[in-house]
Structure formats: C-alpha cells, structure tokens
C-alpha cells in the first residue's frame, strides 16, 4: 500500500504544482481556462520499483465562483482503481485548496477533511500556491525558481520553468510549461531518505474528454482505513 500512498500524495502535489505555478489559472483567465475543460495529461510515475500511470483532468471551471475542479485517477498497487478530486478557489492572487474528495473503486466517495489537504510528509502543498509576484522574485520561502530549461519526455520537447524545494531530507524538483495546459506539470522528481520519498513523473501525453468520476454529493465521511493510509509522518 505504500505505493499507493506515495501516488496520492504526489497527485496533490503536481495538481498544485502545475496550476499553482501557472498564470493561466488567475481569476482573469478563467473564462480561458473554461474552455479548456475536460483536458488533463497522463503521467508514468516510477516508485520503489514499480511503474504506473497517474491520470489528471481539469474537468470543471466556474468563472462565475472563481472555482477549478481537478480530478486525479491512480492505480498504483491497490486492488481497485482511485480517484482523488480537489476544488480550487482561484479568485485571489494566490489559489487555494478549498476541498477534497476520494473514490476507490466503485464505492461511495468520501470527504477529505481539511488537515488531508495540506500536504504529506515533510511538504506542505502551500509551498506550490505561488502568486504572480512570487513568480517574478524567483524565490518564495523554501521554493527556488531554478531557471528555465527544455525537457525531452515521450510527449515532446517542452520548455518548462524548474522549480525545486529541499526540506527535512527530500528533495522536489519540479518542471511546468503552459504547453502542458491545462495541468502544467512536464515532469516531477522527488529523492530523499525514505523509500517512499524517492520517485519520479512524467508527462507521456496531453488528454481530452475527461468526465469527473467523483460525484462530491454522495460523499460520505473519510474511512479509519483510508485516515490510516493518508496519515501525515
């Protein structure tokens, strides 16, 4: 199950990560990024030996509510599909997590509460949440905008902005381009001094037609057994 474990963790990282550090998901853009409803990416993540693909899809966006939706699918050593689904709240300089849910298998969907969104491990999902004026500095708290570079991944050549944080042991390399709109993500790259800190994702191609899975009206509260898997170190 730790596999399974990381693959959610990572997926609310690079849901940040990509729209967090993207311009295109400001409160000015939105009726933009509408139009991109229904697009998301498919990644190859690699962790403690073993390979699988992690899907993302924006698959709602409220102009009106300043509201994004994305949906993660996994199935990463678990015996039934998953699926995670955050709402973002874009309306300020800075996105907010604003909710969460997840699904496995066809089973009714559950409520992630507050302290399930911040992040897992010794990251904090605030540390993608970047503003405009964070991207232009550079540097914000214990993220460092290494500089611009062009990543070969099976989707293509793409210039991509490389951001990195190091804390308590790991470190997080991230690689985003508004070419891999709407998501952003081209690549993510964790090692540390946990097994399960060390893997990496990469874009392998651009999607289209993603419909949400989760359906936040019948959700019901988070399991004991689902607590025990999500539980922060």
């Avoid at 550090?21 to 933009?32: D, E, I």
């Avoid at 690699?46 to 709602?60: A, E, I, P």
């Avoid at 800075?94 to 496995?104: C, D, K, L, N, T």
């Avoid at 490389?162 to 993500?185: F, I, N, T």
Wanted: hydrophobic share 35%.
């Amino acid at each position: 199950m730790t596999g399974g474990r990381r693959a959610l963790a990572a997926g609310v990282l690079l849901v940040l990560a990509g729209l967090g550090a993207s311009t295109n998901a400001r409160g000015a853009s939105l009726a933009g990024l509408a139009k991109e409803q229904g697009n998301g990416s498919r990644f190859t993540m690699r962790s403690q030996g073993s390979t699988f693909d992690l899907n993302v899809g924006l698959v709602k966006v409220d102009p009106t509510a300043s509201r994004a939706v994305i949906e993660v699918y996994a199935a990463a050593q678990l015996s039934d599909p998953l699926w995670q689904q955050f709402t973002l709240d874009v309306k300020g300089d800075r996105p907010a997590v604003e909710s969460g849910y997840i699904q496995v298998g066809n089973k009714a969907p559950m409520t992630l509460p507050k302290q399930y969104l911040s992040g897992v491990g010794s990251l904090d999902v605030s540390l993608f949440l970047l503003s405009e004026s964070d991207l232009r500095t550079g540097t914000t708290r214990d993220l460092k905008n290494v500089g611009q570079e062009t990543i070969t991944t099976p989707a293509g050549a793409v210039k991509c902005s490389h951001y990195r944080v190091e804390k308590a042991g790991q470190k997080l390399d991230v690689w985003v381009s508004d070419e891999a709109r709407p998501v952003g993500l081209v690549r993510m790259q964790s090692t540390g001094k946990q097994k399960e800190e060390n893997y990496d994702l990469e874009l392998q191609e651009l999607l289209s037609g993603v419909a949400p899975k989760i359906d936040p009206a019948k959700a019901g509260p988070l399991s004991e057994e689902m607590k025990r898997l999500l539980t922060k170190r």
